[in-house]
């Protein structure tokens, strides 16, 4: 019998709650915050954490920032990556109750001069009492990646769903046996 520390992840599982239970406070009101958000607006967004961020946790260590994903997939198509951004900016005037006292986006849109062709955003807020700055990493879901024969840098597809998103990223064993 496993015990709940070592309780199996799998992909499209919830987390246990030991793992949970490592969010900082003011990282669970970031959520929270954006999640009440997707409420407020009807969004059909799924909204995933990802990154270093999941692997800081499975490791018991404290992460060191949050990396957030969008899914908007089931979203209508005036619905962007872009706008949801502002929408969030703007939805803490909105809702003071939710703790967070000041959002400040800065969209880093596609470049592909470094390889990127995907809009992400760097997020500061302004979470609790007293506030404490907290950096936050939005990206979409990217799904389908197709290549052009004369360029190395895909098109992608940024209403990719969650799986599609994390089949494609490269991992590999690098054990030599």
Not at 13 to 35: D, G, H, Q, T
Not at 52 to 60: E, K, P, Q, T
Not at 111 to 131: C, E, I, Q, R
């Amino acid at each position: 019998m496993q015990s709940e520390s070592e309780a199996q992840v799998a992909h499209g599982s919830a987390l246990p709650a030991e793992l949970i239970s490592r969010v900082p406070p003011s990282e669970k009101l970031i959520l929270n915050f954006v999640l009440s958000y997707i409420e407020a607006e009807r969004l059909p967004a799924q909204l995933l954490v990802n990154g270093g961020y999941v692997r800081d946790l499975l490791l018991g260590k404290k992460p060191d920032d949050l990396d957030l994903s969008l899914c908007l997939r089931a979203c209508a198509a005036e619905v962007t990556f872009d706008s949801v951004m502002k929408g969030i900016e703007a939805f803490v005037n909105r809702r003071p109750d939710l703790n967070v006292s000041s959002v400040n986006v800065t969209t880093i849109l596609s470049d592909t001069s470094k390889d990127k062709n995907v809009d992400t955003a760097k997020a500061h807020l302004l979470v609790g009492s007293p506030p404490e700055r907290i950096e936050v990493d939005f990206m979409p879901t990217i799904g389908e990646e197709q290549y052009d024969e004369f360029d190395r840098v895909p098109l992608r597809d940024v209403r990719g769903t969650a799986e599609q998103d994390a089949l494609r990223r490269e991992l590999s064993d690098i054990r030599t046996r």
